[in-house]
Each structure stands twice: as C-alpha cells, then as structure tokens.
C-alpha cells in the first residue's frame, strides 16, 4: 500500500475488516442450520418413517392357547397291524386217549407267560408237568392233539420271531422232536390274526371276524365264533354246524361216526357248562344234550376234551370228567 495516503490506507483496511466479519457471520449461520436441534428433556427425537411395500403381509404373533391334551398314562395304544381283538380269558388246551390218559396245556403268548403243558395218566386225578424242549424255544402254543396214549403233536410258535412249526412227542410227552414239515397238514385257529386261520398250511379267511377258537380232525378244520361253529370244506366254503355260541368244543371220532362236542356255558338249567354233541352236515343245530359239566359257568372260554365216552372239561380251576358221555360227573 504504498503511495497511498494514509486516509485511503485505513478506508481498505476498514472495507477488509467488514468483508472478513460477513463471511465468518454467513459460516455461522451454514452450520447453524444444518445442525439439528437439541431435544428437550423427555422429548424423543423425530425419527425416519419407513414406507412398507404394498405387498407384503405382516406376520400373524403367535397368540399362547392352553393345551386341551390328556396326559399320557403309559397305556401304549395298539399298533397298526395289531389285532383289534383279544383274549379276555387265558387260552386253554385239552385233549384225552380213552379215560385215563389226558394232556392239558395253557397256550402262553409270544413276549408273555411261557405256556404250561400237563399230563395225566390217571383219569384226571392228578397232573404233571412235561417240560417243552428248550432249544426250540417255545412261546406259545396253538393247538394240541392228543393222538394215542403215547403220541402228543402241538403246533407252537417258537424262536425270537414266533414262527410256526410241529412238536411231537411219542414217549407221552417225555422226549419232544421238532418236525416243521409238517405244518403243510396242520389246521389250528391263527394268533396272528383272528379273522384268518390255517388250514392243511394254507391261511383262509375264517368264517367270522374274530376265531375264538378250533378243533381240527380228518373231517377238517370247525372254527368257534360267538354266534356259533361252522365246519370248513373246499373252495372255502364254510358250513354251520351249530348257531350256538359256544364256551368249547372238539371233535369225537369214534367208530361210527364223528360229531363235534361243545360246551356252552350260562344256559338254562345247568349252572356249569352244558356238553351236547352236534352233527358235522349241521341237521342238530341245537345240538343233543348230554349233561351239565360241573365248572365254572361264567366262564367263556373252556377246554374240552372228548374219546368215544369219556368227556372232560376244563375251566382253568376244575376238571370235570364224565365216562358215560356226560350223563354224570366227576371233578378234580
């Protein structure tokens, strides 16, 4: 600034002196807008509002609801493929040679009770125990006949995965043999499935929904259902032998002709267990009476056992015993 005077000297400096003032006020006032202001005490902040997208749909909040369920009471329920139907009473055997020589047997249930098998030697009067061979491994058993005073055949299941096969005994149930061929001719009512038995090997359908039990002989397979008993014959075809329900029944095949043998329990006029004999072509549905067994008449499942005379029935406690076909009785 030389060469002015000293009036124009201070005239710039008083005009620099504003302009540097102005531009510190216009900073001040740049920043003091774009700082955002303080909030109040208990004052929130105003926040960004986001638009949602017109297609989206909120999700519902699960809204707690009190379980209506029944605790469970470790009561499995049966599984498929289970049978519908069982057993109310324990399953009993019973077969007798003349009047002197009978086996008994309880029929056990795979994953249950081991079945027991008696003999009597005799009349009835007392039992011994015949033990089953263990290497089978016997857990139940399906049918017994008793085919002389020394042969006894028991179909049983056996093994851990209960399959069918034949036990023989020819010393009156001293030794056992296992003969699993021949179950190709053995008949017995299924434990697998109530409405199927077997016949000569082959599985039918029984004549009911639910086989409460069979007796087996050359004149085939008689199935007990509860509104009666009906004899198999070919092309499985099933023909009624007697509409009465029956508590058990076996077959008699004496000389001159074979005949179901039934008992009947809770019938008029016999506190036990009524014995009636029926015709195979089913021309005595009634069936002909022939004495009130002595046993247990509320019992709906009976073994009987029965060769020419000799009647005997079996209600788990008592064995009631007949030599004259029914018309009188001893127990024991």
């Known amino acids: 600034m030389t060469g002015l005077s000293p009036k124009s000297r201070r005239d710039i400096l008083i005009v620099v002196a504003v302009l540097v003032l102005a531009a510190g006020a216009f900073v001040a006032v740049f920043f003091a807008l774009r700082t955002p202001p303080v909030p109040n005490a208990g004052e929130l902040p105003d926040s960004p509002v986001s638009v949602p997208d017109a297609t989206s ?4 909040i699960p809204t707690p609801v009190p379980s209506t369920s029944t605790p469970a009471t470790g009561t499995p329920t049966a ?6 139907t069982e057993p109310t009473e324990t399953v009993r055997f019973l077969d007798v040679d003349g009047s002197s020589i ?5 029929a056990g249930a795979c994953g249950g009770a081991a079945p027991v098998v008696e ?27 008793v085919v002389s005073a020394e042969q006894v055949d028991l179909v049983v299941l056996a093994g851990d995965d ?5 036990l023989t005994s020819y010393t009156a149930g001293q030794f056992w043999q296992d003969y699993p061929d021949r179950l190709g001719t053995a008949s017995y009512a299924s434990p697998a499935s109530l409405s199927t038995v077997v016949v000569d090997g082959d599985r039918v359908g029984a004549p009911c929904g639910s086989a409460l039990g069979a007796a087996s002989a050359d004149q085939g397979l008689v199935v007990r259902c509860a509104d009666g008993a009906f004899l198999f014959q070919s092309l499985g075809v099933w023909q009624p032998v007697t509409t009465l329900g029956l508590s058990g029944l076996t077959f008699n095949q004496g000389d001159d002709a074979s005949y179901l043998v039934g ?3 809770g019938r008029e006029g016999c506190s036990g267990a009524t014995v009636s004999r029926f015709a195979l072509d089913g021309s005595t549905f009634g069936g002909e009476v022939r004495g009130c067994a002595p046993v247990n008449g509320s019992a709906t499942n009976v073994a009987v056992g029965a060769d020419d005379e000799a009647v005997w029935v079996w209600d788990g406690t008592v064995v009631a015993r007949s030599a004259d076909g029914g018309a009188t009785w001893i127990t024991s």
């Open 57 to 60: 749909v909120p999700s519902p």
């Open 79 to 84: 599984a498929p493929g289970a049978s519908a």
């Open 102 to 106: 009978g086996v008994r047997a309880t």
């Open 119 to 145: 003999l009597s030697v005799d009349d009835g009067a007392t039992w011994v125990p015949t033990a089953l061979p263990v290497d089978d491994e016997v857990a139940q058993i399906v049918s017994l006949d």
């Open 162 to 166: 209960c399959e069918p096969t034949v």
């Open 263 to 265: 008992a009947q329990a």
